[in-house]
């Protein structure tokens, strides 16, 4: 059963699987997207604490479902595996919307950050590289949480402007 949920989690039900892209566009998109279901049902936290707080609820899930999935597939990093960008998406948009407070989460500032987040995560300068080697799960999630550290401070220091 456990196995299950993990595969379940770490997929995104399986749509890590099913779509051809490279599963981190898929993961970022994913959590674009389910960013603005969430900000759309009316929370009553501003969306960067939103945002934070999602993040922060799926950080220990994730690390445990996607790393549990990497062995079930004896590959350190599967492309399947999408949680970890959606985690690390969430965690750009609430690093910018928390360092500019008043901006709201237009369709224009969710598309900066999918494509600042994705340029992190695909070049991985220092220290987003690095992350990547810590052991099992924490390795798959700890160089998204950088890059969307990174990306949504380059994001908020460009807003600035």
């Known amino acids: 059963m456990s196995a ?3 595969r379940w989690l ?5 749509l890590g699987d099913v779509f051809p892209a490279p599963g981190t566009t898929v993961g970022s998109l994913l959590g674009c997207a389910s960013f603005l279901v969430l900000a759309g049902l009316g929370a009553p936290l501003p969306p960067g604490a939103l945002a934070a707080l999602a993040a922060g609820l799926l950080l220990a899930p994730s690390v445990w479902a996607c790393g549990a999935e990497a062995r079930r597939r004896d590959t350190r990093d599967p492309g399947a ?4 960008e959606t985690v690390g998406q969430w965690l750009a948009l609430a690093v910018v919307l928390t360092l500019r407070p ?3 989460a237009t369709l224009a500032l969710i598309a900066v950050s999918f494509a600042l987040f994705r340029a992190f995560d695909i070049l991985k300068p220092w220290p987003v590289r690095a992350a990547e080697r810590l052991p099992g799960g924490w390795g798959i999630v700890a160089d998204d949480l950088l ?3 990174l990306s949504g401070a380059l994001h908020a220091a460009l807003a600035g402007l």
């Open 147 to 149: 890059a969307g550290l």
């Open 81 to 84: 595996i999408v949680l970890d």
């Open 4 to 6: 299950t949920v993990a």
């Open 102 to 104: 008043g901006r709201t």
């Open 10 to 14: 770490a997929t995104w039900g399986g």
